[in-house]
């Protein structure tokens, strides 16, 4: 059974930093598009960024320059840095897939960013 598990989230000020990371199991996962997803309250689940099997990476225009996706597929695993963090960056962080499935969605981590 594939499994999603992230982690790292927290509380920070504005202007701080996290890293979140993924955990995949069940899958091979050098072969996914792996992605990071993110939904505050109120709003709809949204992209934030992906990464290909080669590491090439694309990021929503919200993040890009602060947030850097990366994979390490020896750990089977998924990181997302993020740097110079904003209020509006609070939000429960998920990963997925590229093209993300209902049956990965996990509890995803909290992001808190708040002086």
């Known amino acids: 059974q594939v499994q999603l598990v992230e982690s790292g989230g927290g509380l920070v000020q504005p202007g701080g930093s996290l890293r979140l990371s993924c955990v995949a199991s069940g899958m091979i996962f050098s072969r996914y598009t792996m992605g990071w997803y993110r939904q505050a309250p109120g709003k709809q689940r949204e992209f934030v960024a992906w990464i290909d099997s080669s590491s090439f990476a694309n990021y929503a225009d919200f993040v890009k320059g602060r947030f850097t996706i990366s994979r390490d597929n020896a750990k089977n695993t998924m990181y997302l840095q993020m740097n110079s963090l904003k209020v509006e960056d609070t939000a429960v962080y998920y990963c997925?897939?590229?093209?993300?499935?209902?049956?990965?969605w996990g509890q995803g981590t909290q992001v808190t960013v708040s002086s």
């Open positions: 997925n897939k590229g093209a993300p499935t209902d049956d990965l």
